[in-house]
Every structure is written in C-alpha cells, then in structure tokens.
C-alpha cells in the first residue's frame, strides 16, 4: 500500500454518528402494535410485511424476520428540551410518538397494524438528529420521500386549507386528513408511483455504516 493512510478515528463526528446509526440497527425489532412502555427519546425504524401489492417488494425483504428495508425512519426529540440533556429527562417521547405512528395505521382503511414492526434506540438528544439522517440517507424509505405526509399530525381546528397529504391519499382513514384538499393525483397513480420507486433498491442494504479509513 502507497501513500498517506489516514488512521480511523473511532471518536470522528460521522463515526459517532454512524455508530447510533449500527445499534439502531441491531435492536430487536418489536410489533409496532404491542409496544412496551419505556422512557427517552431517540430514532427508530418502521418495517413493513403485509400484502398490500404496492409494497411487495418491502414484504420480500422484510419476512422472516430479516427486517432488512424501513418503509419509515424518524426521532423523537422532547419539544423545547436542550440537546444534549440528559435521557431520562425526555419523559416518554420516543414510545409515545411510536404509538401516535400505531394509531395512523389503525386509522388507514388498507393496512394491518400487525403487519408493521419497529426498532427504536434510547440516546442522547446530541446524536439523534445525525443518527437519523444517515439511516435515511442509506435506505430512502418510501414513506419519507415519495409518500409524504405519515408523520404528519392534525393541523389544528381552522388550518385545514392545505393540500391532502399523498400518504393520506394512499391509505384514506385519518379523519382529520380528510378535511383537507384533494391532491390532483389519484390513489392508483401514487400506488403505482410506488410500485415503481421501489423497483430501485437502495446501493446498500447493509446495517453497517462504519468503514475504516484506508480499507
């Protein structure tokens, strides 16, 4: 080997970060419909195995257990708390924001709560942010670019003038979504908008993210 080699260096912001990233990663994954009770905030990861066609292709790396691509990745910061606070100062943000997501699901007139699973890490508010958008980054879920909108909570009595998010438009149900305007695209042309997005896996489904430098 020639040439300068640069060492790795484990406390490296973006080692850090994917390292939040990799134990996300490795968590068990538990029913998104029967989670337990916990404290903190943190990120977690959504997966998807049921049969609703658009999504077959998520169903086939998802079943028997291998949990390989998220159909959501997301984090749950305590509002108004100062990064870097201690974990056990969140309350119960990350669980509750999980079974805000649960009811979203049972609210949809097209899926199955119990075919959704979720993992979820437990850190420091200083890491989440980072953690998050490199798993993003390295999956692209589908619901968070091409199907907006899952995350997305009630506008609020009097704000309802926006456009029907295209999550809402796929998978009708959340009441307050439906007081929102129609989007001019139809359901079966964003199913089949996904269908297509999907076609396309992402370079990498693996859940390391950590490479030493030179390697």
């Not at 899926?111 to 998050?132: A, K, S």
């Amino acid at each position: 080997m020639t040439g300068n080699v640069i060492p790795f260096n484990p406390l490296d912001k973006k080692n850090l970060g994917a390292s939040v990233a990799e134990a996300l990663l490795t968590k068990e994954a538990h029913p998104l419909g029967d989670l337990p009770v916990f404290e903190g905030a943190g990120i977690y990861a959504i997966y998807y195995t049921g049969n609703f066609a658009p999504y077959a292709q998520i169903k086939r790396l998802n079943n028997d257990e291998k949990f390989l691509l998220p159909i959501y990745v997301g984090k749950a910061v305590p509002a108004g708390a100062r990064m870097g606070a201690s974990v056990l100062s969140a309350g119960k943000v990350l669980c509750k924001r999980l079974k805000e997501h649960a009811e979203s699901i049972k609210s949809a007139d097209n899926l199955d709560i119990n075919d959704f699973y979720c993992r979820f890490l437990v850190v420091d508010d200083i890491w989440i942010p980072l953690g998050e958008s490199l798993i993003i980054s390295r999956f692209t879920p589908v619901w968070n670019s091409l199907i907006d909108g899952f995350g997305n909570h009630n506008p609020g009595k009097g704000r309802h003038a926006g456009m029907r998010p295209r999550w809402d438009v796929l998978h009708p149900g959340r009441e307050w979504a439906m007081r929102l305007a129609d989007r001019p695209e139809t359901k079966d042309q964003i199913a089949q908008d996904a269908e297509t997005y999907l076609r396309v896996l992402p370079a990498c489904l693996s859940g390391q993210f950590i490479e030493a430098e030179g390697e």
